[in-house]
């Protein structure tokens, strides 16, 4: 009783933040534990997008960031969205503010990741919304499938599960 009594006032707040902001951005860090859950979060830290779908966009992930890194990146792509703009898979961008450039690639395997998204949108697994990964590349210019990049952690897409 006391599980679903949190999960529906969680469920209630992340809708009332989409209502308001249009998307929702999750954090899970190093040391991100929710209640009632019996596995820490093992890995990169990684953050993502609940509401882009709505837009009719693919949800966005990054990973290695801190949480205000990620809140100012997914909110300025958000806004390009709003007016117009469609990220596109391997095709790349920038975001003022953020000193690297960045590539979205389309995740394999969202119904791994992005649990909150597809909780929202009634989704299960097999069906998940669509997800493009934020590649970005280290301070010398190199990505993370380069064999020379020296960058934060960033898992290939296909090769991580929440």
Do not use: K
């Not at 308001?20 to 859950?37: A, E, K, L, S, T």
């Not at 790349?92 to 909780?119: H, L, M």
């Not at 934060?152 to 897409?157: G, N």
């Amino acid at each position: 009783m006391d599980t679903q009594a949190w999960m529906d006032q969680h469920d209630a707040a992340v809708a009332t933040s989409i209502r308001r902001h249009r998307w929702h951005v999750f954090y899970i860090g190093d040391d991100c534990c929710v209640p009632g859950c019996t596995q820490c979060q093992v890995g990169p830290p990684f953050a993502y997008t609940v509401g882009m779908f709505g837009l009719g966009h693919p949800e966005l992930l990054l990973f290695s960031v801190d949480q205000a890194t990620a809140l100012h990146v997914f909110n300025r792509l958000g806004a390009r969205i709003l007016d117009g703009d469609q990220l596109l898979a391997g095709f790349e961008t920038t975001v003022d503010g953020f000193p690297s450039r960045i590539v979205p690639e389309t995740v394999p395997n969202p119904g791994e990741i992005v649990f909150e998204a597809n909780r929202f949108y009634d989704r299960p697994p097999p069906f998940s919304v669509p997800v493009l990964q934020l590649s970005y590349a280290d301070p010398t210019g190199r990505f993370p499938w380069e064999p020379t990049y020296r960058g934060p952690d960033q898992p290939r897409p296909g090769m991580f599960q929440a």
